[in-house]
């Protein structure tokens, strides 16, 4: 992988990249010379999003009536929640709590169908930013990226998550 050379984006160990991802930040890499950062995610499992929205649940105390396998499996037809997965009254609530965790599958929040994760499709990539002074140097540079290269289509600051949410072209 290129990105293993990075010297100022690093990746934090146990993350999974893709060729794609591993070419977009193996390339970007230069310009976080004056803000070195850690990526902290990448390429996810279904399961992988479950357990972020179960360990979020657990840090707000939300009930949880799941499991990280759990992704595809829906109330049963007598329920009155019946078609709906069995985790979405969780991720709705951590929603409602300012969190912004996109689901493991297509879902609908407030009227709006909110795509399942990107992560999934390894098209995007987190930046390690607890404090708002971070995602403020990396916002700054990650818009130079974007005047400069045709790497990146979007950015999201996700402030309870702690990260700066990246999605690459």
């Not at 329920?79 to 709906?84: E, L």
Request: with cysteine; net charge neutral; aromatic share 10%.
């Amino acid at each position: 992988m290129l990105s293993e050379n990075n010297k100022y984006l690093k990746l934090r160990k146990g993350v999974i990249l893709n060729d794609k991802l591993d070419n977009v930040i193996s390339k970007i890499d230069s310009y976080f010379e004056v803000y070195p950062r850690e990526i902290t995610s990448a390429l996810r499992l279904k399961s992988d999003q479950m357990r972020i929205i179960i360990n979020y649940a657990n840090k707000e105390h939300l009930p949880v009536a799941f499991i990280q396998g759990d992704a595809d499996s829906k109330h049963p037809a007598d329920s009155i929640y019946a078609g709906n997965y069995i985790w979405e009254k969780t991720w709705y609530a951590l929603l409602d709590k300012g969190y912004k965790i996109n689901p493991p599958n297509d879902c609908t929040w407030n009227g709006r169908i909110i795509p399942a994760s990107s992560h999934l499709k390894g098209e995007a990539f987190d930046i390690d930013a607890d404090k708002q002074i971070d995602r403020d140097e990396i916002g700054g540079i990650v818009n130079l990226i974007m005047a400069k290269e045709k790497l990146i289509k979007s950015f999201t600051e996700e402030p309870k998550n702690g990260c700066f949410h990246i999605n690459i072209i």
